[in-house]
């Protein structure tokens, strides 16, 4: 029986509460057998980004307690059609690959070179933050789930963190990592 791979790519920059609690909840409602976070080197459209060093060790601490999640790298700069979804397969042989992605990134995912090819290829697990999304049409599956933490984001902990303040939704782990690596300092 083919594997069922979740493949998560995005910045994790850093990697909170809600990022995990979307993977182990697409491990149940996809019933995948491991999801793989694939940190993009240089996200598009997102500048100042954390080195890529800080964001992999941010998520292999975050990762470490939950056996099926694990951090995957691969030499691409940002997550493509033409270049990832190759290796992928190359990666996962006969293994059935669902990418799971937010809502943001969903709405946008037509907008993306060789979106056809992708949607004909993976099956898409998708949070949801709000109600409102474009619909898509695949041959796919799409798995629809509503986000643990629809509040929590990445810029939201960065924003907190630089304000000397408590950043609901990150990560214990992450917190220290941060804290010992002086990142996302008062600017």
């Known amino acids: 029986m083919a594997q069922r791979i979740g493949i998560f790519a995005g910045s994790f920059d850093p ?6 609690a979307f993977a182990l909840e697409a491990l149940k409602q996809a019933k995948l057998d491991e999801v793989y976070f694939l940190p993009e080197i240089k996200p598009r459209g997102k500048d100042g980004i954390t080195h890529i060093g800080h964001r992999v060790a941010m998520l292999e601490m975050a990762l470490k307690p939950h056996k099926r999640l694990r951090v995957l ?3 691409d700069k940002q997550f493509t059609v033409a270049k990832t979804r190759p290796r992928l397969k190359q990666k996962f042989p006969g293994s059935r690959l669902f990418l799971l992605m937010g809502s943001d990134t969903f709405d946008g995912l037509l907008d993306w ?3 056809e090819q992708l949607l004909n290829s993976v099956s ?3 949070a949801y933050r709000n109600a409102t999304t ?9 798995y629809q789930l509503a986000s643990p933490y629809p509040g929590v984001s990445s810029r939201n902990i960065r924003s907190a963190i630089a304000s000397g303040k408590p950043a609901p939704g990150s990560l214990k782990s992450v917190e220290s990592y941060i804290a010992k690596n002086w990142l996302y300092p008062a600017i």
């Open 15 to 20: 990697v909170h509460k809600g990022h995990v």
């Open 124 to 126: 898409l697990v998708v």
């Open 73 to 75: 790298e691969l030499p």
């Open 134 to 142: 474009k619909p898509i049409t695949s041959t796919n599956d799409i």
């Open 113 to 115: 070179p060789n979106s």
